[in-house]
């Protein structure tokens, strides 16, 4: 059954009990927050709204096949700084690039596919007809849609409308749609909302398994123990600005704590 999420953070009251081994690789990169060879790049992103900036200079990069964490509590700018990635708010400055190329918000679709926090797409449809909607829109066959299918146990519900779904289920059906989706490129806001602690560990390895096929994802993320999992490099976010980014490693060095936590290191630089 799809739960709460067990997993938590220092954004949380509770603290997580023993964990297995998990899966995010080591990256021998010494650059901090720089991948070696960038598909993606965020350089200077500034957002206002009067005088309060919701982003300042917000500047990272993420290199295909990485999976990027933007770690920080809710109102740190998470999802601000995906939705202007996406197109879908405009910056007063700053600019995107992808293979160091400028690219202009009307053409990021084409490169970039965003799962936001808290949709049900189609409400009224079951979920069999909005997956085979989603795969006919980018010409995907059958085994495509049941490749996604299996990889979020979304079985189970193929037959119910959206609007009946869990929120765990809701999650899945997202994510489902987001492995269906051509593009090279996925933000994704709070991927294991409504997940408990085993469900987290399966979409993570679900997750960490298209990365090494090559695909790269954006994902905000305020549970640090399931960022810690997934991903391999982090960009700390507190009230707009990055207060730290790079691999686990990196991010230990800065603080001077070779075994830190991401919990403790978020709290050292912020």
Same mark, same amino acid.
């Given at each position: 059954?799809?739960?709460?999420?067990?997993?938590?953070?220092?954004? &949380?009251?509770?603290?997580?009990?023993?964990?297995?081994?998990?899966?995010?690789?080591?990256?021998? &990169?010494?650059?901090? $927050?720089?991948?070696?060879?960038?598909?993606?790049?965020?350089?200077?992103?500034?957002?206002?709204?009067?005088?309060?900036?919701?982003?300042?200079?917000?500047?990272?990069?993420?290199?295909?096949?990485?999976?990027?964490?933007?770690?920080?509590?809710?109102?740190?700018?998470?999802?601000?700084?995906?939705?202007?990635?996406?197109?879908?708010?405009?910056?007063?400055?700053?600019?995107?690039?992808?293979?160091?190329?400028?690219?202009?918000?009307?053409?990021?679709?084409?490169?970039?596919?965003?799962?936001?926090? +808290?949709?049900?797409?189609?409400?009224?449809?079951?979920?069999?007809?909005?997956?085979?909607?989603?795969? +006919?829109?980018?010409?995907? +066959?059958?085994?495509?849609?049941? &490749?996604?299918?299996?990889?979020?146990?979304?079985?189970?519900?193929?037959?119910?409308?959206?609007?009946?779904?869990?929120?765990?289920?809701?999650?899945?059906?997202?994510?489902?749609?987001?492995?269906?989706?051509?593009?090279?490129?996925?933000?994704? &806001?709070?991927?294991?909302?409504?997940?408990?602690?085993?469900?987290?560990?399966?979409?993570?390895?679900?997750?960490?398994?298209?990365?090494?096929?090559?695909?790269?994802?954006?994902?905000?993320? $305020?549970?640090?123990?399931?960022?810690?999992?997934?991903?391999?490099?982090?960009?700390?976010?507190?009230?707009?600005?990055?207060?730290?980014?790079?691999?686990?490693?990196?991010?230990?060095?800065?603080?001077?704590?070779?075994?830190?936590?991401?919990?403790?290191?978020?709290?050292?630089?912020?």
């Amino acid at each position: 059954m799809d739960g709460n999420v067990s997993s938590t953070s220092v954004f &949380d009251s509770e603290r997580p009990g023993a964990e297995e081994p998990f899966l995010r690789p080591e990256n021998s &990169d010494p650059r901090p $927050h720089v991948a070696a060879c960038p598909l993606f790049e965020v350089i200077g992103l500034t957002k206002r709204y009067g005088d309060q900036f919701a982003l300042a200079q917000v500047s990272f990069a993420a290199g295909r096949g990485e999976i990027v964490g933007l770690i920080g509590p809710n109102g740190a700018g998470k999802t601000t700084l995906l939705e202007t990635i996406a197109g879908l708010l405009p910056a007063d400055s700053g600019e995107v690039r992808w293979e160091g190329t400028s690219l202009p918000p009307a053409r990021r679709r084409d490169a970039m596919f965003y799962l936001p926090d +808290g949709i049900r797409p189609y409400q009224e449809q079951p979920v069999a007809r909005v997956l085979s909607f989603m795969a +006919g829109v980018y010409g995907k +066959g059958s085994r495509e849609t049941a &490749d996604a299918v299996e990889a979020v146990a979304l079985a189970p519900v193929l037959a119910k409308r959206v609007r009946e779904l869990s929120k765990g289920y809701a999650r899945r059906l997202l994510l489902a749609l987001g492995l269906i989706a051509p593009q090279a490129l996925l933000l994704m &806001d709070e991927p294991f909302d409504g997940f408990d602690l085993r469900q987290t560990q399966a979409i993570a390895r679900v997750l960490r398994q298209r990365a090494g096929a090559r695909r790269t994802m954006i994902l905000a993320i $305020h549970q640090l123990t399931d960022a810690e999992r997934v991903c391999d490099r982090f960009v700390l976010l507190a009230e707009g600005r990055i207060r730290g980014a790079g691999t686990l490693a990196e991010l230990r060095a800065r603080i001077g704590r070779a075994s830190a936590s991401l919990e403790e290191i978020f709290l050292a630089l912020t």
